[in-house]
C-alpha cells in the first residue's frame, strides 16, 4: 500500500503550529514509503519550505470558504494525481470546506484534522461534511473530539490523534553551555527565574494575565520572556509598561531558536483562555520544562498536574501569581517537575506515535474502499 499517494490540503499562506505537524507527518510518511503531495496556495511558506525538502507541491490558490474557483482547481488536481485512489488529508478549515467537495465521487478516502478547540456548529452543513463528505475526522485532543460528537459527527468516523513533537527539535546535547549563553544574551541575572512564553501574541493567548501576575508578591524573581509576534503586541508592551514591569518583560518578537531559549528558560507558560492542544507546551516537557498552564482544552489533557507541571484556570490572576510564586520558593519543584517531561511525551505526545496513528488510519480507510 505505501507509494499510495496522500494529497495534504493546507489552505494557509503563513507557517504555524498546524503546519509544523503537517511537515512532522509528512517527513514521518515519506520514510514508511508514501508518496506524498503537498496542496498549498503558490508561494505559501509551507510550499516554499515543502519544496525545499524535496516534497512534491500542487500550487492552488484557495481564497476564502466560498472561492467556487478553488474547487475547480482542487478536484482538477485530485482527478490528475489521484486516478480514482489515494488518500486526500485536508488540514485546515478552509481547506476542508473546499477540498472536501472537490473531492466528492473520486473514488479517495478523504480525512479532515480539526485543530481548534471551540463549538462546531450543529446543522446542515455540518452533517453534510462529516457525513458525506469525508471518511474520516481526525480530533487532535479528546476535548476538541468532544466538541466534534457533540456536533452530531458520528462517532465511528472519528479518531483522537495527538499532535506531536519530535524531542531532537527541543533539546541541545550542549544544553548547559547553551544555557549560559542565552541567559547572558538576555541579560538574566544569576538569581533570576526565566518563565518563558512562546505563542502568537493574540487575546486568546492570554499574555496580559501573565504580565498582571508578575505585580503580585512572591512573583517579583520572575522574569517574563516572550517570543513571538501578533496583533496583540503593542497593547501587551503597553501594559508592561503602565504595570512597571521594566526590565522584567523581554519582547523578543518572532523567533527560530525555540531550543536555545527552552535552554535558557526556568519554566514555561501557556494560560491560554482556549487551546486546541498547546504543542508549545509540549515542546516545553520534551526539553524537560515545568509548565504553567491553563486548564483548558488539550492542555488540560496533555499536562499532568503536580506531575509535568502546575494549572491555573483561565484568567485568574491571583492563580497565576501564586502558581509563580510556588514555583519561585518550594526546593526542587522545577526540577520534578521538568523531569517528568520527556516519559510525558515518549508517552502520547511522540511524532512516532502520531505518523504511525495516520498510517494505519490511511490503511484501514484503503483497505475499506478496496474491499467495497
Known amino acids: 500500500m505505501p507509494a499510495t499517494p496522500i494529497l495534504h490540503v493546507d489552505a494557509e499562506s503563513g507557517f504555524s503550529g498546524g503546519e509544523v505537524q503537517v ?22 511558506a509551507a510550499a516554499e519550505r515543502a519544496l525545499a525538502e524535496g516534497f512534491d507541491v500542487e500550487p492552488c490558490a484557495m481564497r476564502s470558504n466560498l472561492d467556487l474557483g478553488a ?25 476542508t470546506s473546499l477540498g472536501s467537495k472537490a473531492a466528492l465521487g473520486l473514488g479517495a478516502a478523504v480525512v479532515t484534522t480539526r485543530r481548534m478547540d471551540r463549538r ?46 519530535d524531542p531532537a527539535d527541543v533539546t541541545l546535547p ?3 553551555l547553551v544555557r549560559e549563553r542565552m541567559r547572558a544574551e538576555l541579560r538574566l541575572a544569576g538569581g533570576e527565574r526565566a518563565l518563558l512564553v512562546m505563542a502568537r501574541l493574540d487575546k486568546r493567548k492570554a499574555v496580559d494575565v501573565l504580565l498582571r501576575a508578575l505585580t503580585l508578591r512572591g512573583a517579583e524573581r520572575w522574569r517574563l520572556v516572550v517570543a513571538g509576534e501578533g496583533p496583540e503586541r503593542e497593547a501587551l508592551v503597553s501594559l508592561a509598561a ?25 519554566a514555561f507558560a501557556l494560560v491560554s483562555h482556549q487551546e486546541g492542544l498547546g504543542v508549545a ?16 482544552g488539550g492542555l488540560a489533557e496533555a499536562v499532568v498536574d503536580e506531575v509535568t507541571g502546575l494549572f491555573v484556570e483561565p484568567g485568574d490572576v491571583e492563580g497565576l501569581g501564586a502558581v509563580l510564586a510556588r514555583l519561585g520558593s518550594e526546593p526542587g519543584l522545577l526540577e520534578r517537575l521538568g523531569a517528568a517531561g520527556p516519559a510525558r511525551i515518549a508517552e502520547a505526545y511522540h511524532v512516532d506515535g502520531m505518523v504511525a496513528a495516520y498510517d494505519a488510519l490511511y490503511r484501514r480507510l484503503l483497505t475499506a474502499r478496496t474491499a467495497g
Open 71 to 95: 474547487v475547480v482547481r482542487l478536484r482538477g488536481i485530485f482527478k490528475r494525481r489521484l486516478a480514482g485512489a489515494g488518500v486526500v488529508h485536508l488540514h485546515t478549515g478552509r481547506a
Open 281 to 296: 507546551a509540549l515542546e516545553a516537557m520534551g526539553a524537560g520544562k515545568a509548565v504553567v498552564a491553563s486548564r483548558v
Open 120 to 165: 462546531v456548529r450543529r446543522g446542515q452543513g455540518t452533517r453534510l461534511l462529516y457525513r458525506r463528505l469525508v471518511d474520516a475526522a481526525v480530533a487532535i485532543s479528546g476535548p476538541v473530539g468532544q466538541q466534534l460528537l457533540a456536533a452530531g459527527v458520528p462517532g465511528h468516523k472519528l479518531s483522537v490523534i495527538h499532535s506531536s513533537i
Open 23 to 44: 511537515f512532522h507527518l509528512m517527513r514521518g510518511l515519506r520514510a514508511r514509503g508514501w508518496a506524498n503531495v503537498l496542496v498549498a496556495p503558490p508561494g505559501s
Open 174 to 176: 550542549d544544553a548547559a
Open 242 to 266: 503602565e504595570l512597571g514591569l521594566g526590565e522584567r518583560v523581554a519582547f523578543l518578537g518572532q523567533r527560530t531558536d525555540k531550543a536555545e531559549l527552552l535552554a535558557a528558560a526556568d
